[in-house]
Protein backbone atom coordinates (compact mmCIF):
# COMPACT_ATOMS: atom_id res chain seq x y z
CA UNK A 1 0.00 0.00 0.00
CA UNK A 2 1.73 3.32 -1.01
CA UNK A 3 -0.72 5.50 1.31
CA UNK A 4 -3.93 7.71 1.25
CA UNK A 5 -4.61 10.99 0.61
CA UNK A 6 -6.82 13.88 2.05
CA UNK A 7 -8.20 16.51 -0.59
CA UNK A 8 -9.25 19.54 1.22
CA UNK A 9 -11.94 21.23 -1.06
CA UNK A 10 -13.50 23.85 1.67
CA UNK A 11 -12.08 26.67 2.96
CA UNK A 12 -8.68 25.39 4.72
CA UNK A 13 -8.64 27.79 7.63
CA UNK A 14 -9.85 28.51 11.51
CA UNK A 15 -11.33 25.33 12.39
CA UNK A 16 -8.50 23.06 9.83
CA UNK A 17 -6.71 20.83 11.73
CA UNK A 18 -3.84 22.70 10.18
CA UNK A 19 -4.45 26.16 10.69
CA UNK A 20 -2.07 28.24 12.45
CA UNK A 21 -2.31 28.34 15.56
CA UNK A 22 -3.40 31.57 17.66
CA UNK A 23 -4.11 33.35 14.12
CA UNK A 24 -6.61 36.29 15.05
CA UNK A 25 -7.25 37.37 11.75
CA UNK A 26 -9.08 35.91 9.36
CA UNK A 27 -6.42 33.97 7.00
CA UNK A 28 -6.91 34.37 2.81
CA UNK A 29 -9.47 31.20 1.51
CA UNK A 30 -7.28 28.37 0.23
CA UNK A 31 -7.26 25.36 -1.21
CA UNK A 32 -5.33 22.45 0.07
CA UNK A 33 -3.62 19.13 -1.35
CA UNK A 34 -2.77 17.29 1.57
CA UNK A 35 -1.81 14.39 -1.05
CA UNK A 36 1.08 12.37 0.64
CA UNK A 37 1.68 8.66 1.76
CA UNK A 38 0.17 9.42 5.59
CA UNK A 39 1.69 5.90 7.16
CA UNK A 40 0.46 7.13 10.89
CA UNK A 41 -2.48 9.48 9.66
CA UNK A 42 -3.71 11.20 11.17
CA UNK A 43 -0.68 12.96 12.58
CA UNK A 44 0.24 16.55 12.41
CA UNK A 45 -1.91 17.37 8.90
CA UNK A 46 0.33 20.79 8.51
CA UNK A 47 3.47 18.48 7.39
CA UNK A 48 1.45 16.50 4.75
CA UNK A 49 0.10 19.71 3.21
CA UNK A 50 2.28 19.05 -0.06
CA UNK A 51 0.14 21.61 -2.54
CA UNK A 52 -1.73 25.08 -0.51
CA UNK A 53 -3.11 27.17 -3.77
CA UNK A 54 -4.32 30.40 -2.18
CA UNK A 55 -7.58 32.08 -3.42
CA UNK A 56 -9.19 35.81 -3.73
CA UNK A 57 -11.68 36.69 -1.74
CA UNK A 58 -15.11 36.15 -3.64
CA UNK A 59 -13.55 33.91 -6.25
CA UNK A 60 -16.21 32.70 -8.89
CA UNK A 61 -16.86 29.59 -10.19
CA UNK A 62 -14.15 29.48 -13.17
CA UNK A 63 -11.14 30.63 -11.34
CA UNK A 64 -11.41 28.12 -8.88
CA UNK A 65 -12.91 24.68 -10.80
CA UNK A 66 -9.70 25.74 -13.19
CA UNK A 67 -7.19 25.99 -9.97
CA UNK A 68 -8.95 22.37 -8.52
CA UNK A 69 -8.66 20.69 -11.81
CA UNK A 70 -5.01 21.82 -12.18
CA UNK A 71 -3.55 21.40 -8.92
CA UNK A 72 -5.30 18.35 -8.57
CA UNK A 73 -4.19 16.81 -11.59
CA UNK A 74 -0.53 17.71 -10.45
CA UNK A 75 -1.03 15.92 -6.89
CA UNK A 76 -2.68 12.98 -8.53
CA UNK A 77 1.18 12.69 -10.64
CA UNK A 78 3.61 13.61 -7.87
CA UNK A 79 1.57 11.13 -5.42
CA UNK A 80 -0.62 7.51 -6.66
CA UNK A 81 -2.53 6.68 -3.52
CA UNK A 82 -4.43 3.93 -2.88
CA UNK A 83 -7.69 5.79 -1.38
CA UNK A 84 -8.49 9.38 -1.23
CA UNK A 85 -10.40 10.90 1.55
CA UNK A 86 -12.68 14.33 0.00
CA UNK A 87 -13.01 16.84 2.13
CA UNK A 88 -16.40 18.44 0.13
CA UNK A 89 -16.52 21.72 1.78
CA UNK A 90 -19.45 23.80 1.20
CA UNK A 91 -18.26 27.23 3.05
CA UNK A 92 -16.71 28.33 -0.53
CA UNK A 93 -20.62 28.55 -1.22
CA UNK A 94 -21.58 32.57 -2.86
CA UNK A 95 -22.88 34.37 0.86
CA UNK A 96 -21.07 31.94 3.22
CA UNK A 97 -19.82 34.64 5.78
CA UNK A 98 -16.85 32.60 6.72
CA UNK A 99 -15.55 31.27 3.74
CA UNK A 100 -15.05 34.55 1.68
CA UNK A 101 -15.50 33.04 -1.99
CA UNK A 102 -18.41 33.15 -4.26
CA UNK A 103 -18.93 29.62 -5.82
CA UNK A 104 -22.45 29.24 -7.38
CA UNK A 105 -24.12 26.46 -6.35
CA UNK A 106 -24.12 24.62 -9.80
CA UNK A 107 -19.81 25.13 -9.14
CA UNK A 108 -20.12 22.84 -6.03
CA UNK A 109 -22.11 20.09 -8.11
CA UNK A 110 -18.98 20.46 -10.94
CA UNK A 111 -16.46 20.45 -8.40
CA UNK A 112 -17.16 17.38 -6.84
CA UNK A 113 -18.03 15.79 -10.45
CA UNK A 114 -14.39 17.10 -10.92
CA UNK A 115 -13.12 15.33 -8.57
CA UNK A 116 -14.86 12.26 -8.90
CA UNK A 117 -14.14 11.27 -12.25
CA UNK A 118 -10.41 12.66 -11.79
CA UNK A 119 -10.11 10.04 -9.18
CA UNK A 120 -11.95 7.47 -10.74
CA UNK A 121 -9.96 7.53 -14.35
CA UNK A 122 -7.19 6.36 -11.82
CA UNK A 123 -9.47 3.29 -10.12
CA UNK A 124 -8.69 5.12 -6.97
CA UNK A 125 -11.70 4.42 -4.54
CA UNK A 126 -12.75 8.03 -2.99
CA UNK A 127 -14.57 8.37 0.31
CA UNK A 128 -16.35 12.08 0.07
CA UNK A 129 -17.11 13.76 3.64
CA UNK A 130 -18.93 17.00 3.85
CA UNK A 131 -17.78 19.77 6.42
CA UNK A 132 -18.66 23.51 6.13
CA UNK A 133 -21.48 25.54 4.60
CA UNK A 134 -23.33 27.59 7.34
CA UNK A 135 -26.64 28.33 5.12
CA UNK A 136 -29.67 26.88 5.04
CA UNK A 137 -29.83 25.49 1.56
CA UNK A 138 -25.91 23.65 1.86
CA UNK A 139 -28.04 20.78 2.64
CA UNK A 140 -30.02 20.75 -0.95
CA UNK A 141 -26.89 21.76 -2.84
CA UNK A 142 -24.86 18.41 -1.14
CA UNK A 143 -28.13 16.34 -2.20
CA UNK A 144 -27.99 17.50 -5.86
CA UNK A 145 -24.35 16.93 -5.90
CA UNK A 146 -24.55 13.06 -4.81
CA UNK A 147 -27.83 13.12 -7.04
CA UNK A 148 -26.14 14.05 -9.83
CA UNK A 149 -22.95 11.83 -8.73
CA UNK A 150 -25.42 8.86 -8.78
CA UNK A 151 -27.12 10.03 -11.98
CA UNK A 152 -23.27 9.74 -13.99
CA UNK A 153 -22.52 6.21 -12.55
CA UNK A 154 -19.57 7.87 -10.38
CA UNK A 155 -21.19 6.50 -7.27
CA UNK A 156 -23.85 3.68 -6.22
CA UNK A 157 -23.88 -0.17 -7.26
CA UNK A 158 -22.87 0.15 -10.91
CA UNK A 159 -19.63 1.70 -9.78
CA UNK A 160 -19.01 -1.01 -7.10
CA UNK A 161 -16.51 -2.58 -9.13
CA UNK A 162 -14.65 0.41 -9.40
CA UNK A 163 -14.59 1.03 -5.52
CA UNK A 164 -14.27 -2.84 -4.50
CA UNK A 165 -11.71 -3.35 -6.90
CA UNK A 166 -8.99 -5.01 -4.22
CA UNK A 167 -11.97 -6.65 -2.78
CA UNK A 168 -13.85 -10.05 -3.19
CA UNK A 169 -16.78 -8.32 -2.27
CA UNK A 170 -18.61 -5.42 -3.84
CA UNK A 171 -19.42 -2.30 -1.12
CA UNK A 172 -22.53 -2.49 -2.00
CA UNK A 173 -25.48 -5.58 -2.39
CA UNK A 174 -27.16 -5.40 -5.84
CA UNK A 175 -30.65 -4.40 -4.47
CA UNK A 176 -30.80 -2.40 -1.11
CA UNK A 177 -33.92 -3.04 0.43
Known sequence: MRGGAVLELGVGRGSSPWA???????????????????????????????????????????EYLTKVERNLEKALQEHRPDVVVYNAGTDVLEGDRLGGLSISPQGIVKRDELVFRMVRSLQV??????????????????????LNLYGLGLIGPESASVSAQNSDSPLLPPEVP
Open 20 to 62: PMGARQPLPPELQFPFSACGGCPRVLAEAIRRKVELEWATEDD
Open 125 to 146: PILMVTSGGYQKRTARIIADSI
